[in-house]
């Protein structure tokens, strides 16, 4: 069984620069979830997709970062305009559903932004 | 609310010896526990994960951990460590509060586990 892809693994922008990351989760789970995980730090969830209906995005700072699943299956993040503090490995992962099942967790893309 | 505490950012130990990573969490419901593990460049795995069945729960490569709801704890243990254990650990807790149909997972800081030969 294939695992959560992400691409790209590495990007590195300036700031105020825009970036956009895609994941494509394990086929035939429902639930997306995007994390932010700071050096040194836990992952801390960003958002949620149910199919493609957002369950939770109250972490999400809307004002520059923007996520879709319009399809339901694989999903985008994007950062517009990016700061310093942006920089972070974005994680994606996938569960079957949403209450409680396992997560499964892509290798991550790692964002500088100088 | 739910939050994690992991008690130690890293923790050392000599090939052989027992593995020992500290976690405290807090709940408003009956969570689900788990431990992940973070090696380098590389994505999260699950070590294990406790939901309300057995107290003692067993996981992948030797690894165990004990769910002490007095003590709010769910600390993770391996009899003897191996070089390959080398990693960074988080402790999750996921709630999924009453009728809201979706459940959240809170990851601790991490506890960077070395091992010496």
């Known amino acids: 069984e294939a695992g959560v892809a992400q691409s790209p693994r590495y990007k590195i922008i300036e700031k105020r620069q825009s970036v956009a990351f895609w994941c494509n989760p394990i086929s035939g789970h429902a639930t997306l979830y995007w994390y932010q995980q700071i050096l040194g730090q836990g992952p801390k969830l960003l958002i949620q997709f149910q199919n493609n209906g957002v369950v939770d995005d109250s972490q999400l700072p809307k004002d520059r970062f923007s996520a879709e699943r319009l399809k339901g299956v694989d999903s985008t993040l994007k950062i517009q305009p990016a700061k310093l503090e942006d920089s972070a490995v974005y994680l994606c992962?996938?569960?079957?559903?949403?209450?409680?099942?396992?997560?499964?967790f892509g290798p991550g893309t790692r964002l500088t932004v100088t | 609310a739910q939050s994690v505490t992991q008690l130690d950012s890293h923790v050392s130990v000599s090939e052989g010896t027992p593995v020992l990573l500290r976690c405290n969490y807090s709940?408003?419901?009956?969570?689900?526990l788990f431990w992940y593990v973070q090696h380098p460049n590389k994505g999260l795995q699950l070590l294990l994960k406790?939901?309300?069945?057995?107290?003692l729960v067993k996981g992948i490569n030797g690894f165990e951990a004990e769910f002490k709801k007095s003590e709010t704890s769910f600390h993770l243990t391996k009899p003897s460590a191996h070089m390959s254990d080398a990693a960074e650990y988080f402790c999750?807790?996921?709630?999924?509060?009453?009728?809201?149909?979706?459940?959240?997972?809170?990851f601790g800081k991490g506890t960077m586990l070395l091992v010496s030969p």
């Open positions: 992962a996938s569960s079957l559903g949403r209450g409680g099942y396992e997560q499964y």
């Open positions: 406790y939901t309300s069945a057995a107290t």
């Open positions: 709940s408003s419901y009956s969570p689900s």
């Open positions: 999750v807790v996921s709630e999924t509060p009453p009728g809201s149909g979706y459940s959240t997972l809170t």
